[in-house]
Each structure stands twice: as structure tokens, then as C-alpha cells.
């Protein structure tokens, strides 16, 4: 099981969003499609699903939060001509963020907001890579400058990882201030991650739309990453947490559906009733009458 799994927040589009995706991309499938009811939200389709081996999980949880460009999916393409097929299927409904052409990092770059908002970043990559999709994130706001703290700090956080500062902003580049970072990439227990500050006026920073569910174990792995990470204790609700830099987090267990599905008529409740999840008690619940 993938350990972090990008977790898409959608109004109503949960499940066509993963339908899109899982059509225009290879080695994609929907893993299982699947809806919660009686939550403040109303009744909610959560969707797994695979694109291009990586997994995702996605939400119809209603208009709270909105998808925005401070996380996009880096496309990883070994071709020029993968870069532009993939282009053209994300272009329908879309909205260009940086125009598909050359730049001195690649030789076929462009930066592309779906018709569903999620952005992706589909870049021709030379080298060795294993995995196609990338998770970016974008510090900006009150959080621009301090990416190479998080990525640091995420590092201590999961055992395994590293991170590399691929390029620093020079003098004379304002608004960004020099030695923060352009760019850089970062692995976490395996997974690869990349990140960048950008000092420039946005109207959009970190929310709950896309947060990163950390699978579990057992109760001591919820505990150590719950208590690590969980920086804004007013956020704590259902295994959600959010961190001193502003992103989401959902911290589980990784049988989270099968102690759910087991009576969800009570399991239900006690999941809505929980800041930190508690295994024992959602067994519990499932073996209610």
C-alpha cells in the first residue's frame, strides 16, 4: 500500500474526476467507488483510484474547499511526444497556467489546470525515474520562504527520506528573496515530492481541498504521526490534522475501509465523533447491533 495518498475534495465531481482521469492516463483503473451517508456534509462518494500507477482518493463532500494551483501532480514524460498527447487530453475544459513550449529546465514544459481545477505540471524528464506522478508544492502567502524548513521537517517526521535543493532564487530575481528555494525534491518513506517558494502575488495557498492521507499500521503509528504533525488543534476532526506550514493531512489507519464498512450505521457516527482515530473504538462500533 502506498503510504501518503493525495486526497482530492471535490463539490459533486468525485467520481467523474477519477472516470476523466483514469481515461486519459496509462496503467490508471478505479479502484472502488463507495459513499458515506449522514455526514455534515450529506451523503458523500469517496472514490479510489489509480493514474499512472500512483494511487489518489477522492471526496464529494460538498463546496467547503476549493482545489487550487499550491498543490499541483508533476506528469513525468520520458518523450516529447508523451508531453504534448498529454497535453492535448488535459487541455479539453482546461486553463493554461504556463504555456506548453521549451524552458531551460526542459525541453517540453507546460503547467495546466483541468476542467475539474486539480493542476498538473506535465514535464519531458531525462534520467531514471520510478514514478510518473509527483506531488508539487507550492509555498506562498505567509508560508513563501520557509519550503525548505517543511521539507526538512517532513523528513524528521517519516523515516527513510531526504530532501535536495535543486536550485536557490539568485539576487536580483525579486520578488523572491535570494536562497530561498526554486526548486527542490524531497523523498518521504520512498515517495518523491517536490517543492518551490514563490514570492509572487497569489490568491491561493494551502486548504483542505487536496490533503495527504498517511496510512497506518496500527494505533502506534496514528499516534506518533497525529502527534507530530497536528499543529492547529481547532483543524483535529475525523483523523484530520493540519500542520504549523498550513497543509492537510488525514491520518488513518490502512484498513480504514474495512473497519468502516463493517456497520456503518455505527461506525459511522463514532468516526464523526473522533478527533484522533481511535482503531479499537471503530471495531468496537462495527460490532454493535
Known amino acids: 500500500m502506498q503510504k501518503i495518498t493525495p486526497h482530492l475534495w471535490f463539490d459533486k465531481e468525485a467520481k467523474a474526476a477519477a472516470e476523466f482521469y483514469t481515461s486519459i492516463f496509462d496503467d490508471s483503473k478505479i479502484h472502488f467507488i463507495n459513499q458515506i451517508k449522514d455526514t455534515p456534509s450529506g451523503d458523500c462518494d469517496i472514490v479510489g483510484f489509480q493514474v499512472m500507477g500512483y494511487d489518489f482518493m477522492a471526496i464529494s463532500a460538498g463546496p467547503m474547499f476549493k482545489i487550487n494551483p499550491s498543490i ?11 508531453v504534448d498527447a498529454i497535453w492535448h487530453k488535459l487541455s479539453d475544459g482546461g486553463t493554461v497556467m504556463m504555456e506548453l513550449g521549451s524552458y531551460p529546465f526542459s525541453k517540453r514544459y507546460g503547467w495546466i489546470q483541468d476542467r475539474y481545477g486539480v493542476s498538473w505540471q506535465v514535464i519531458h524528464t531525462e534520467g531514471d525515474f520510478r514514478q510518473r506522478i509527483m506531488p508539487a508544492l507550492m509555498f506562498v502567502g505567509d508560508v513563501c520562504g520557509k ?7 517532513y523528513a524528521s517526521v517519516f523515516p527513510n527520506s531526504k530532501v535536495q535543493v535543486l536550485a536557490r532564487y539568485a539576487g536580483g530575481e525579486g520578488p523572491d528573496r535570494e536562497g530561498t528555494v526554486m526548486y527542490a525534491q524531497f523523498n518521504l518513506n520512498g515517495q518523491e515530492f517536490s517543492a518551490m517558494d514563490s514570492a509572487m502575488m497569489h490568491n491561493f495557498s494551502f486548504n483542505e481541498a487536496i490533503s495527504f492521507i498517511v496510512n497506518c499500521k496500527d494505533q502506534a503509528e496514528i499516534d506518533h504521526y497525529w502527534e507530530k504533525i497536528s499543529a492547529v488543534p481547532q483543524a483535529e476532526q475525523c483523523g484530520w490534522v493540519k500542520d504549523k506550514y498550513g497543509l492537510s493531512w488525514q491520518i488513518i489507519p490502512e484498513n480504514m475501509g474495512e473497519l468502516m464498512g463493517k456497520n456503518p450505521a455505527k461506525t459511522t457516527p463514532a468516526m464523526l465523533r473522533m478527533k484522533k ?5 471503530l471495531e468496537k462500533a462495527g460490532e454493535e447491533k
Open 277 to 281: 482515530i481511535i482503531i479499537a473504538d
Open 72 to 82: 499541483s501532480f508533476h506528469i513525468r514524460c520520458r518523450t516529447v511526444e508523451e
Open 147 to 153: 519550503s525548505e524548513a517543511a521539507m526538512q521537517f
